[in-house]
C-alpha cells in the first residue's frame, strides 16, 4: 500500500487499526527480508 497506492504511514495505520510504528516496523521487516531473498536468488543464479 506505501509504494503501491502511494499512501502514508498514519494512512496505512488507519486502513489496518494498528498503530504507525508497527507499520513501519513491519514494511521494515519486510524489506529486509525481501533484500536477503532477492540477494540469495541473484547469488544462485551465477
Do not use: C, F, N, W
Request: no cysteine; proline share 4%; charged share 35%.
Amino acid at each position: 500500500m506505501r509504494h503501491q497506492e502511494g499512501l502514508s504511514y498514519k494512512e496505512i495505520a488507519d486502513i489496518a487499526q494498528i498503530p504507525p510504528g508497527t507499520v513501519m516496523s513491519r514494511l521494515a521487516r519486510a524489506r529486509a527480508k525481501l533484500k536477503e531473498y532477492l540477494a540469495t536468488r541473484i547469488g544462485k543464479e551465477k
